[in-house]
């Protein structure tokens, strides 16, 4: 039985993690992924979890909770007729595959390799975020053919190594395609449930050497309740601050931070 003060430890750091990415997430629109699976990981390190398959539990974990959110945020962005059902189903079945090839390399790949992994596409998507024009385009449509062919395994696959939903990757690839904001978000969390089911099952199949407390194949279960929970109740301060006052210059702020958190995962994957 774990000692009570390493789970009283855990369940405080989670609560505070939750929270955060939940108000994150209701204010800059960002998927929690980006911020939770960085926050397991020096949250498990602080504790003295470490192993050569941590980042599996963190990427594992993450993709859990975006399974409901994903689902509660296209419920409430179907409500206003805003998710493009066609391109999911157009687009479902390459994200499935990418997403089961992200959890066959991920179960194959040591922690230090992943987080070199989740730095650089942290560094990326972080770029975007702070740089990225509304006015880009790539197409006046989203694509179709050879080019949803490649497309699509690849967001599904880089989802799962980075462990975020639909949105990182879902949302900027359609704005490249001309497709409203609105719908993009809307139809980029229908992504997240298509991304995270399958890689989820995979996880909870995958039994890492060191686990934290209560971890059911690679999912830890504290982890997973209390940040739900967590997110529930604040997110919808993080929208309420975002209708109060332009959230732009914060989304450059956090485009900044994810940096560092990448570039701080990079250096620890160095070894430095």
């Known amino acids: 039985m774990p000692e009570m003060s390493i789970l009283l430890q855990m369940a405080g750091l989670l609560l505070v993690i939750g929270a955060f990415a939940g ?18 990981f020096y949250t498990f390190s602080a504790l003295g979890y470490q192993s050569s398959q941590l980042m599996q539990i963190c990427l594992a974990t993450s993709l859990a909770t975006i399974i409901v959110t994903s689902l509660r945020s296209v419920a409430s962005h179907n409500k206003k007729g805003a998710v493009d059902w066609e391109i999911l189903r157009r687009w479902a079945p390459g994200i499935v595959v990418g997403a089961v090839l992200g959890v066959m390399v991920a179960a194959s790949l040591r922690s230090v390799v992943l987080q ?13 975020l702070g ?10 449509a989203m694509p179709g ?10 967001l ?24 409203p904001i609105h719908r993009a978000v809307a139809t980029a969390a229908g992504f997240g449930v298509i991304i995270a089911v399958p890689s989820v099952i995979g996880f909870l199949l995958s039994v890492p050497d060191v686990r934290p407390p209560y971890t059911i194949g690679s999912v830890n279960a504290p982890a997973f309740i209390l940040v739900i929970l967590m997110t529930m109740i604040t997110a919808p301060y993080g929208v309420k601050i975002a209708h109060s006052m332009d959230p732009k210059p914060l989304k450059r702020v956090f485009s900044f931070f994810l940096i560092l958190v990448a570039l701080n995962m990079l250096r620890k994957a160095a070894g430095l």
């Not at 994150?24 to 992924?33: I, Q, R, S, T």
């Not at 070199?116 to 975007?128: P, R």
């Not at 740089?131 to 006046?140: D, K, S, T, V, Y």
């Open 23 to 40: 108000v994150m997430a209701g204010l800059l629109g960002v998927g929690g992924g980006i911020i939770l699976v960085p926050a397991f």
């Open 116 to 128: 070199g992994i989740f730095g650089v596409l942290g560094i990326i998507v972080g770029l975007y």
């Open 131 to 140: 740089f990225g024009r509304e006015n880009w385009r790539l197409g006046a």
């Open 145 to 154: 053919g050879l080019t949803r062919i490649i497309l699509s395994p690849i």
């Open 156 to 179: 599904g696959f880089l989802s799962v190594l980075m462990g975020i939903g639909g949105g990182s990757f879902g949302v900027p690839l359609m704005s490249l395609y001309a497709q």
